[in-house]
Each structure stands twice: as structure tokens, then as C-alpha cells.
């Protein structure tokens, strides 16, 4: 079945570094594919999207391309602040799309130090 | 602001006992999704529903069970808790016709059986 794999965190920073999380994915067809974010306490916020190979998502500095030739959908920031820390999840929506429903990575934590 | 309301955020309960966790949304959205966060962060669909009097099982097999009298409200009961049940249930709703990307999440039920 459909399923996505995430880097393991947690992964620690210092502020203004450059930040990639990895993300591949296995899939039938043409999924779409999504970063969700969820600061300590809160439900998920979508980030970035991207629909199609080869689409670039990008929101507030981040941004992840959609690699079909690899499978991944690797998430990237040129310099993180404190603020950036946070769960990270890639999601995929199957391409036969049940009801759009998501399915997750397992999430990969992220710790900004100043 | 959220539109998507969880109410209790924190429970702790004696096991044998039932619960009901409350899911609302005032955004007229007719699908909705239940989702299970274990502590390790991944998360797992157990119910989605498309629309009043349409519920379904997710993925992952769950005791609990769910109810969609009206468009705005998605229920989760559980009618005997287990200390297994511990976990964080997040909530989510989604337009009819928009892809995925269009969840929103609730803030989340943190419940803990003892």
C-alpha cells in the first residue's frame, strides 16, 4: 500500500542554518503531496503543497519539489529561526483519493537553538 | 483562528469507564476524519465520514466508534477505556470536491486511561 517515510529526528539546529528533512514516498500513480506542521500543543497546519512531478511548494521560507524520478518530496529552509521548531509531517494523498483522505509520515521533530 | 473545535484538549480517566470526545467545525465541510497520534507522533486514520449518516473505519482498527447526526459535529465514543487507548486524537475536516490539502485540524484530545 501507499506509504510515506520521514528522516528520524530529532533534529537540532542552531538559528540560521540550513534545514532539509527528508521525505520519500511509495505510491501507485500520481499522488499528491503535502507538509504539515505542528507547533508544541496545536493540531496540524498545512505548509506546502504540491500536486504534480516537479512542482515546487513554497510558504514563510520553506520549500519541497516533487521528485517522481526519486520519490521524495524532501523539505528545505535556507535559515531556520527559533520559531521554525516544530513536528514536521509529509503526507501523501493517494492518487485513487478515498475520500481524500492523508496518509503520514511519522513525523520528524525539529529544535531550533538560539 | 480555528473553526474546528476538540473539546475535552486534556482528559485522564479510570479505565472501564466511556467517553465521548467532541469534534466541531463551523465551516460546513462534509467530510471529516478522526486521526490517533501515539506518542511516538505518528498519526493513524481510525473514522472518516463523507457527510451526515456516512461513517466509515480508517486504517488502522480502532474500538472506538463514531456518529455524524449533523454536518457540524463528529463524535468519538470509546464505551469501555483501556490504558491502551492513551493517546492523542486529532480531528480534521475537509470541503467536498477539494483535494487534501484543504484539511483543517483540530487542536487535539489528549487522553490518558489509568
Known amino acids: 500500500g501507499d506509504s510515506v517515510t520521514q528522516m528520524e529526528g530529532p533534529v537540532t539546529l542552531s538559528e540560521e542554518a540550513f534545514l532539509t528533512i527528508n521525505c520519500t514516498y511509495t505510491?501507485?500513480?500520481?499522488?499528491?503531496l503535502f507538509w504539515y506542521v505542528q507547533y508544541p500543543g496545536e493540531g496540524l497546519q498545512l505548509l506546502l503543497k504540491?500536486?504534480?512531478?516537479?512542482d515546487k511548494g513554497s510558504n514563510k521560507g520553506f520549500e519541497a519539489t516533487y521528485r517522481k524520478e526519486t520519490t521524495s518530496f524532501h523539505l528545505e529552509k535556507g535559515s531556520v529561526q527559533v520559531s521554525d521548531s516544530a513536528v514536521y509531517f509529509c503526507?501523501?494523498?493517494?492518487?485513487?483519493?478515498?475520500?481524500?483522505?492523508?496518509?503520514f509520515g511519522q513525523g520528524t521533530e525539529l529544535s531550533v537553538k538560539p | 483562528e480555528a473553526d474546528i473545535y476538540q473539546t475535552p484538549r486534556y482528559l485522564v480517566i479510570g479505565t472501564g469507564k466511556k467517553i465521548t470526545l467532541e469534534c466541531s467545525q463551523t465551516?460546513?465541510?462534509?467530510?471529516m476524519y478522526w486521526y490517533q497520534q501515539d506518542p511516538g507522533m505518528e498519526l493513524h486514520l481510525i473514522h472518516y465520514?463523507?457527510?451526515?449518516?456516512?461513517?466509515e473505519k480508517g486504517d488502522l482498527s480502532s474500538e472506538s466508534t463514531v456518529s455524524r447526526i449533523r454536518t457540524e459535529h463528529f463524535p468519538l465514543t470509546l464505551e469501555s477505556a483501556r490504558p491502551s487507548h492513551t493517546s492523542q486524537y486529532l480531528c480534521?475536516?475537509?470541503?467536498?470536491?477539494?483535494?487534501?490539502?484543504?484539511?483543517?485540524f483540530g487542536s487535539g484530545t489528549r487522553l490518558t486511561v489509568v
Open positions: 503526507a501523501l494523498s493517494p492518487s485513487y483519493n478515498q475520500g481524500g483522505k492523508l496518509i
Open positions: 505510491a501507485t500513480g500520481y499522488p499528491s
Open positions: 504540491a500536486t504534480k512531478a516537479d
Open positions: 465551516m460546513g465541510h462534509d467530510k
Open positions: 465520514s463523507y457527510g451526515v449518516n456516512s461513517t
Open positions: 480534521a475536516s475537509n470541503p467536498m470536491g477539494q483535494g487534501a490539502g484543504g484539511y483543517t
